[in-house]
């Protein structure tokens, strides 16, 4: 019951990103750390984007721009490495709280709280598009973009909004654009995976550690809904269904802060 019941809501999460208009590390998240503890979401998560990430750069990978993607990869590289460890170290410290929240215990943690706060600010991004244009930086920021893109792809996963506003004014045509930002999505999910391999299940407990094949089917579930829905249907954003999801993902965000997931 636990791998049909993870593994459909992976699934429908995976599908709503075709019309929610939200990236599927930013749905999948918020999904994964209902069933297990959040550092061990984050790492699930990864798993997954870096999955749909080297299918996609194997089919428009030829299209990158080697001298943007050098700018803007080599900090991310090294800053995702930074936010990885980050996540680690606050994985690894006390929790902060517990209180009764309808007959159940509620904890709050520092992974909880840095994660829910992260979610709660990109979600508000995400529905605001018209603060996402007034941020675009031109070319000579790609660096700091790398490195900001990358730091907190290293901590949450989120870095396809902050990706976007800097490699926007890259000067580069669509498929271009496409095709890098898709390589550098890759090289954070390669770099905090490397992190998160040997660092988060040795931190879990072994209840955690035995949740692995739930993780692997709840990522297969997923890929597999995002793999489909991409192949039969046109993408799309529904405004209405975007509104929704992103209401969705601060009271996700918020239930992570106080503790409730």
């Keep these: 019951m636990d791998y049909l019941l993870v593994g459909s ?6 599908t709503l990103t075709l019309f929610s208009g939200f990236g599927l590390g930013t749905l999948l998240l918020p999904a994964f750390a209902i069933f297990f503890p959040i550092q061990t979401a984050v790492a699930a998560t990864a798993v997954v984007h870096l999955a749909n990430n080297v299918f996609k750069f194997a089919l428009i990978g030829r299209n990158t721009d080697r001298r943007v993607l050098l700018r803007f990869g080599v900090a991310a590289v090294l800053f995702a490495f930074l936010g990885a460890q980050t996540l680690r170290a606050v994985a690894a410290m006390p929790d902060i709280a517990t209180y009764q929240f309808a007959n159940r215990a509620c904890v709050i943690t520092p992974p909880g709280l840095v994660v829910g706060v992260l979610i709660i600010t990109f979600a508000i991004l995400d529905l605001a598009p018209s603060r996402k244009k007034r941020l675009e930086f031109g070319a000579k920021s790609l660096a700091l973009g790398g490195a ?3 730091f907190f792809g290293g901590l949450s996963g989120h870095q396809g909004a902050l990706r976007s506003v800097f490699l926007i004014r890259a000067g580069l045509d669509r498929d271009a654009y496409i095709a890098t930002a898709a390589a550098a999505s890759l090289l954070v999910d390669v770099t905090r995976l490397l992190v998160y391999g ?3 299940v040795t931190i879990a407990d072994t209840a955690t550690r035995s949740a692995w094949p739930l993780v692997i089917t709840a990522g297969a579930c997923a890929f597999t809904g995002s793999f489909i829905g991409t192949r039969l249907v046109r993408k799309t954003t529904i405004k209405g269904l975007r509104v929704v999801v992103g209401v969705a993902l601060l009271l ?3 239930a992570m802060v106080t503790g409730v997931i």
């Design 148 to 150: 900001l893109s990358g």
């Design 252 to 254: 996700a965000g918020a």
């Design 9 to 14: 809501v992976a699934l429908l999460v995976a």
């Design 198 to 200: 040997p660092g988060v």
